[in-house]
């Protein structure tokens, strides 16, 4: 396990180098921050003088070995836009999108699990055909477009809950949580629904699946062959090993969830990474941007990397051809 780990190690930081070179290279063409920063009224010696201050007269190389030099010891510079150390922005925004991710996933995981067992075992009753229906329309709603529609009925015509914002924030250390007011509780309900709709019937739709398949395997066969109770059978014996490569895509789905929550919390003002890069985007704040894509592809690598040593865990396959 060992080698397998070392091993997964390595690639993982040839991986996050790669990310971060294409990002940072890719972002230094998108556009010119000197514009943004110091406006259209600008004299071109302020704009050089800007330049070479910040570093964009040397080469995309220079630029990018400083910049790894830099994030080796937990700095990424300065942000173009606000003047002020990109760590401190993602440590300020990362909360939110963690939170927002969290419950997502397990309101996807603690709803798609039971109605994909459900269509499975039951998969020619009318309700199992309704929720079949249901996760069709699901996994086909752009995410935009459901949180609009989430935001029309419960906030505009019912006034239920906010249509934007985080509510109330409390500060426990450098950790800014909403879960201690009522009012960040209520703010968090419709993200986390928008964030959610899509895993969830993805979750349904691949449990359901693979459920399927293993009741027709021949050790389920052979388990009714015996008398053993039907309960016992779904749940003892096919569930189990249903859940296995459930576990990989609920892992890939969580970096998923991080990464690409951009859309949610831009529909609903979330002060979280992805409107954080968005705004970063449109002021081409190279920094920030740059920082943000090697953050996910770290979250990425960190998952994957769990979710591989937990199936050397649980599966004595691996272990006996001595790793993946």
Not at 159 to 185: D, E, H, N
Request: hydrophobic fraction near 55%.
């Amino acid at each position: 396990m060992l080698g397998m780990l070392l091993r997964r190690m390595v690639e993982s930081l040839i991986v996050l180098f790669a990310v971060a070179f294409i990002a940072f290279s890719l972002f230094s063409f998108i556009g010119d921050p000197v514009n943004n920063m110091l406006g259209q009224e600008a004299t071109e010696a302020e704009r050089l003088d800007m330049r070479e201050r910040l570093g964009l007269n040397d080469s995309v190389i220079v630029q990018f070995t400083r910049f790894i030099g830099r994030a080796v010891q937990g700095e990424f510079g300065v942000s173009y836009r606000q003047s002020r150390p990109v760590i401190d922005l993602i440590a300020e925004s990362l909360p939110a999108t963690l939170e927002l991710s969290f419950f997502a996933m397990v309101l996807a995981v603690g709803l798609g699990i039971p109605i994909g067992i459900q269509t499975a075992i039951n998969r020619d009753s009318l309700v199992s055909k309704a929720l079949m229906t249901g996760s069709l329309i699901g996994i086909s709603l752009p995410t935009f477009l459901a949180g609009i529609l989430l935001i029309m009925i419960f906030s505009v015509k019912l006034g239920w809950l906010p249509s934007f914002g985080r509510g109330q924030v409390v500060q426990l250390g450098w950790w800014g949580t909403g879960l201690r007011t009522w009012s960040g509780i209520k703010a968090l309900i419709l993200p986390t629904i928008t964030l959610a709709i899509f895993q969830m019937t993805l979750i349904v739709r691949l449990v359901r699946s693979e459920m399927l398949e293993v009741l027709q395997a021949d050790f389920i066969k052979f388990a009714r062959a015996r008398g053993l109770r039907e309960r016992l059978v779904q749940f003892g014996y096919a569930l189990p090993n249903t859940l296995v490569p459930v576990i990989t895509i609920v892992g890939l789905q969580l970096g998923s969830v991080i990464a690409f929550a951009i859309v949610t919390e831009t529909v609903f003002q979330w002060p979280g990474m992805g409107l954080l890069f968005i705004q970063s985007v449109t002021f081409a704040d190279v920094p920030v941007m740059a920082a943000y894509l090697i953050l996910i592809a770290l979250i990425f690598v960190v998952i994957n990397l769990l979710v591989d040593m937990l199936y050397y865990v649980i599966d004595p396959r691996l272990r006996s051809m001595g790793g993946l």
